[in-house]
């Protein structure tokens, strides 16, 4: 069974940079796409950015497009979302979710597995 645990949120000023890190464990982890989601307070969880099993296939949130970056380290069962030029309404609970095919999804509802999310804040 994989577990996720993100870590990496906090408090930044808009304009600035943040790396959150989705660390897996479980064997089959290698096998698994990863999308990270998002949910501000009083609204929808919505997605972010995704990434397969490969890493070669990547999808984002045109919110994001040009501003986050997700990649993975397949040694350190490790996905990451570099986020740049934050503003305000990046703010949100940050989650991270695998899907056991390995095939980039945008709907939260396609990932079975989810880590316990990391508080983004970002200031004026």
């Known amino acids: 069974q994989v577990h996720l645990v993100e870590s990496g949120g906090g408090l930044v000023q808009a304009g600035g940079s943040l790396r959150l890190s989705c660390a897996a464990s479980g064997r089959t982890f290698s096998s698994y796409s990863v999308g990270w989601f998002r949910q501000a307070p009083g609204k929808e969880r919505e997605f972010v950015a995704a990434?397969?099993?490969?890493?070669?296939?990547?999808n984002y949130a045109d919110s994001v497009k040009g501003r986050f970056t997700i990649s993975r380290d397949k040694a350190k069962a490790t996905v990451y979302l570099q986020m740049n030029s934050l503003n305000i309404e990046d703010t949100a609970v940050y989650s991270c979710?695998?899907?056991?095919?390995?095939?980039?999804?945008?709907?939260?509802?396609?990932?079975?597995?989810w880590g316990q999310g990391t508080q983004v804040t970002v200031s004026s």
């Open positions: 990434i397969n099993w490969s890493g070669d296939t990547k």
């Open positions: 979710a695998g899907n056991s095919a390995g095939v980039v999804y945008t709907s939260p509802g396609a990932y079975r597995t």
